[in-house]
């Protein structure tokens, strides 16, 4: 089956700074990457997703970048601001519709 | 986007208990459902597929008979632990995919607001 590795599991910047978080994934028939959003005690949300035919998408200051060579993808934050801070989960679904989530990152963006 | 709604969204039972969970998806229909256990700090750990009409499917280490999954209609999945023991505090979380689509591309997972549950 799929096998989705994120890093970093923590993630501390300060207001304005980039943040960028990395995943890769193992099976080659994945064509689904799609990146939630959790805060504390709440539901995922999805805040951007990419699919195979694409190698990068862009939405305000996050941006998804994807490589299937590599079979990785990353997430891109730009401007990071303290509503920024959460758990972020990358996750890849691929011929089962079942996706694969990694294990998230806490992002900390500092005042 | 759609919504998922999910009841209760936390409850308190006492050790050898039931306690079942709703998963609705408001404004579209759903095939397939799926529930998950997150534990603090921890990912969403994909506990069994919930498809309507059938069998749910239950990942290796995910005890069919304590975790029983219903989804007796488009847009309701629930899942019953059964005889509850303080071990199986933590939070569930279901999320719904669209029918519009499936089996024919990926789309994006919808979540419900996911429930607290603590066994006394």
């Known amino acids: 089956g799929e096998n989705v590795e994120q890093h970093p599991s923590t993630l501390s910047v300060q207001e304005g700074d980039s943040a960028v978080i990395k995943c890769t994934y193992s099976?080659?028939?994945?064509?689904?990457f799609p990146w939630y959003k959790q805060e504390l005690g709440k539901r995922p949300q999805l805040i951007i997703d990419?699919?195979?035919?694409?190698g990068e998408k862009k939405d305000q200051r996050i941006a998804v970048t994807l490589n299937k060579t590599a079979k990785h993808f990353s997430l891109h934050i730009t401007e990071t601001q303290p509503e920024d801070s959460a758990v972020y989960f990358c996750?890849?679904?691929?011929?089962?519709?079942?996706?694969?989530f990694g294990r998230g990152t806490s992002l900390i963006v500092h005042p | 986007g759609a919504v998922v709604s999910q009841h209760p969204s936390w409850v308190i039972c006492k050790s050898g208990t039931s306690v079942k969970i709703e998963c609705r998806s408001l404004?579209?229909?759903?095939?397939?459902m799926f529930w998950y256990r997150q534990f603090p700090k921890q990912s969403l750990m994909l506990m069994a597929t919930?498809?309507?009409?059938?069998?749910?499917?239950?990942e290796q280490g995910v005890e069919k008979d304590k975790f029983l999954i219903n989804h007796a209609s488009l847009t309701l999945s629930t899942l019953t632990v059964t005889s509850a023991h303080p071990e199986d505090s933590s939070f569930y979380i279901c999320?719904?995919?669209?029918?519009?689509?499936?089996?024919?591309?990926?789309?994006?997972?919808?979540f419900g607001q996911g429930t607290r549950l603590t066994v006394v």
């Open positions: 999320s719904a995919r669209d029918r519009r689509g499936a089996g024919i591309r990926n789309t994006e997972a919808f």
């Open positions: 099976d080659s028939a994945s064509n689904y």
């Open positions: 990419i699919r195979s035919n694409v």
């Open positions: 996750a890849a679904t691929g011929g089962s519709y079942i996706p694969t």
């Open positions: 404004d579209f229909q759903a095939t397939t």
């Open positions: 919930s498809n309507e009409g059938s069998k749910a499917t239950y």
